[in-house]
């Protein structure tokens, strides 16, 4: 195709177009963006020096904060997903325009647990009917919350992150918390829990903690640590790990020294474990299935939509690049940023 | 502590000055890279807020930023990182509400509309190449892949946006 021109036309209108889109719209105001910048700034370096000072005093917590800070690789924020603000404006939102208004239940016999698309609750709903049910967590301005997980005992555990710092918390399905909450004291996120045994992140590592947040066992890489450890998942038998690392996915058994022992399954995302023991996970090219022990990718699918995630539990659950839920092929009145579903039985 | 004071106004001042000079520019960049203006202005702001807290441990600013922004970009756009197939067949039903910013301009649509279409490491790269104006060797460092990776997803997304343009002419 476009034989007729030559390399260095098509390269000078390429350029044009690029140009073109990129600075189109006002002229940003960069005295103004910088102010925002400083603010940002400060907002981050106090928060991450409390967070990695906690306990310490004066100088000392200063010297374990700015090795935290410059420790750090460039890597993406802890943030995922849209951002707030480019969200689709409810108006021109089909969804918006057919969906009933919600109805209230209380804890549906099928659990399905968003993250509001603004990222400011976290609400159960019913998987089959999509109606809301009770609402377990909401966040104040500047916060946001990250990967819900619900386990088999009913629990959610999340993530909220504000200014740059993450933490974890639990609540069961009622929206009541349990005495066994995790009270992890570090920076943490990506919360997974199997059978009693909590998975998060934390200073680049993943670490292992009894349900009460209590330290069980650390699993970094012999390298150091990693900031882009991500997507926790508990094998269904709860003796591996799937998680992804620097746009790849991996799994470890949970017993393993050191994530030297990890399978590399190749560059895939969201991975999740199906009854059956295989994963499902996102490649660049769709959904694919994964025979761990084989790391055989076979593609899933195809699926009428464009797939932003995926879970399998009494049935497949996706959620679609514009925000609404699927169950099977049904979309459900339900919209998040993410969600989660129970493991598969 | 005099001394670390003034460090730190330095450090801050070094930054500003590089911000000053590459905001605009980077916000273009990373517009390419997400839906709207106000994404790209706030990929980048958040870009240099980390720098400016790490100043010390980042040798090369520059080339670290872009990482960031589009490391940042990605992050974004990572929740409907997916089959773009899939995508085309539900647009009817599920249009995003991108390029916002572009106005009425059909053409600056079209292109977006088609650089969006594109896996984010080509779109990346072009942008990288051809709005930034990195040689191979930069874009490969930046996006920290090989210089014959960056090769095959220019030729790649170079052929799929010469299609795209060819059907405005």
Same mark, same amino acid.
């Given at each position: 195709m476009n034989d007729h021109w030559s390399t260095e036309a098509r390269e000078a209108r390429v350029r044009a177009a690029l140009r073109g889109v990129a600075e189109a719209g006002p002229v940003p105001?960069?005295?103004?963006?910088w102010e925002e910048v400083r603010r940002r700034a400060a907002e981050r370096g106090l928060r991450r020096l409390l967070v990695a000072g906690a306990g310490l005093a004066g100088?000392? +917590?200063?010297?374990?904060?700015?090795?935290?800070?410059? $420790?750090?690789?460039?890597?993406?924020?802890?943030?995922?997903?849209?951002?707030? $603000?480019?969200?689709?404006?409810?108006?021109?939102?089909?969804?918006?325009?057919t969906a009933p208004p919600p109805t209230i239940v209380g804890v549906p016999e099928h659990p399905l647990v968003v993250v509001t698309p603004d990222r400011r609750a976290l609400a159960v709903h019913d998987a089959v009917t999509g109606a809301r049910g009770p609402t377990l967590l909401e966040v104040g301005p500047g916060e946001r919350i990250e990967d819900?997980?619900?386990?088999? &005992?009913?629990?959610?555990?999340?993530?909220?992150?504000?200014?740059?710092?993450?933490? @974890? &918390?639990?609540?069961?399905?009622?929206?009541t918390t349990s005495a066994a909450d995790p009270s992890?004291?570090?920076?943490?996120?990506?919360?997974?829990?199997?059978?009693?045994?909590?998975?998060?992140?934390? &200073?680049?590592? @993943?670490?292992?903690? *009894?349900?009460?947040?209590?330290?069980?066992a650390e699993l970094a890489w012999p390298d150091g640590p990693d900031r882009t450890l991500d997507d926790?998942?508990?094998?269904? *038998?709860?003796?591996?790990?799937?998680?992804?690392?620097?746009?790849?996915?991996?799994? =470890?058994?949970? *017993?393993?020294?050191?994530?030297?022992?990890?399978?590399?399954? $190749?560059?895939?995302?969201?991975?999740?474990?199906?009854?059956?023991?295989?994963?499902?996970?996102?490649?660049?090219?769709?959904? =694919?299935?994964v025979?761990?022990? +084989?790391?055989?990718?076979?593609?899933? $699918?195809?699926?009428? @939509?464009?797939?932003?995630?995926?879970?399998t539990a009494d049935a497949l659950y996706a959620l679609d690049a514009g925000g609404t839920v699927w169950r099977d092929d049904v979309a459900l009145p339900v919209r998040a940023a993410e969600f989660a579903v129970p493991p598969p039985a | 502590m005099a001394a670390v004071r003034r460090h730190a106004v330095d450090e801050a001042s070094d930054v500003e000055a590089l911000f000053r000079a590459e905001y605009r520019h980077l916000v273009g960049l990373a517009?390419?890279?997400?839906?709207?203006?106000?994404?790209?202005?706030?990929?980048?702001?958040?870009?240099?807020?980390?720098?400016?807290?790490?100043?010390? %441990?980042?040798?090369?600013?520059?080339?670290?930023?872009?990482?960031?922004?589009?490391?940042?970009?990605? #992050?974004?756009?990572?929740?409907?990182?997916?089959?773009?197939?899939? /995508?085309?067949?539900a647009e009817p039903d599920h249009a995003p509400p991108a390029d916002a910013d572009l106005g009425g301009d059909d053409d600056r649509r079209a292109v977006?509309?088609?650089?969006?279409?594109?896996?984010?490491?080509?779109?990346?790269? /072009?942008?990288?190449?051809?709005?930034? #104006?990195? %040689?191979?060797?930069?874009?490969?460092?930046?996006? #920290?892949? %090989?210089?014959? %990776?960056?090769?095959?997803?220019?030729?790649? #997304?170079?052929?799929?946006?010469?299609?795209?343009l060819e059907d405005l002419r």
């Open positions: 105001d960069v005295g103004g963006a100088a000392a +917590a200063l010297v374990v904060g700015a090795v935290v800070l410059a $420790g750090e690789d460039p890597a993406e924020d802890v943030a995922v997903g849209p951002a707030a $603000g480019t969200e689709r404006p409810a108006t021109t939102d089909p969804m918006a325009a819900p997980h619900l386990s088999a &005992g009913g629990r959610v555990l999340y993530t909220v992150v504000r200014g740059g710092t993450a933490t @974890i &918390g639990g609540v069961l399905l009622d929206g992890v004291r570090e920076e943490a996120r990506s919360p997974a829990e199997h059978g009693g045994l909590v998975a998060y992140v934390s &200073g680049g590592q @993943i670490r292992l903690a *009894d349900e009460r947040g209590e330290p069980v926790l998942a508990f094998s269904p *038998d709860g003796t591996r790990l799937a998680f992804t690392s620097r746009g790849r996915a991996y799994v =470890v058994p949970t *017993d393993a020294a050191s994530l030297a022992e990890a399978t590399d399954l $190749g560059p895939l995302a969201a991975p999740s474990w199906r009854a059956d023991g295989r994963l499902l996970a996102l490649a660049a090219a769709g959904p =694919v299935l025979d761990v022990e +084989a790391v055989e990718a076979a593609p899933f $699918g195809p699926l009428p @939509i464009d797939v932003a995630a995926l879970a | 517009r390419l890279l997400v839906d709207d203006r106000a994404a790209a202005e706030e990929v980048v702001q958040d870009a240099f807020a980390d720098l400016l807290r790490r100043r010390r %441990s980042v040798a090369a600013p520059a080339a670290w930023l872009r990482t960031a922004v589009v490391n940042r970009a990605r #992050g974004r756009l990572r929740r409907r990182a997916t089959a773009r197939r899939h /995508l085309r067949v977006a509309a088609a650089l969006r279409a594109l896996p984010a490491r080509q779109r990346a790269c /072009l942008a990288l190449r051809f709005y930034d #104006g990195l %040689s191979e060797a930069e874009t490969a460092e930046v996006l #920290g892949i %090989s210089t014959g %990776s960056v090769k095959t997803h220019v030729h790649r #997304g170079m052929a799929a946006l010469a299609a795209a």
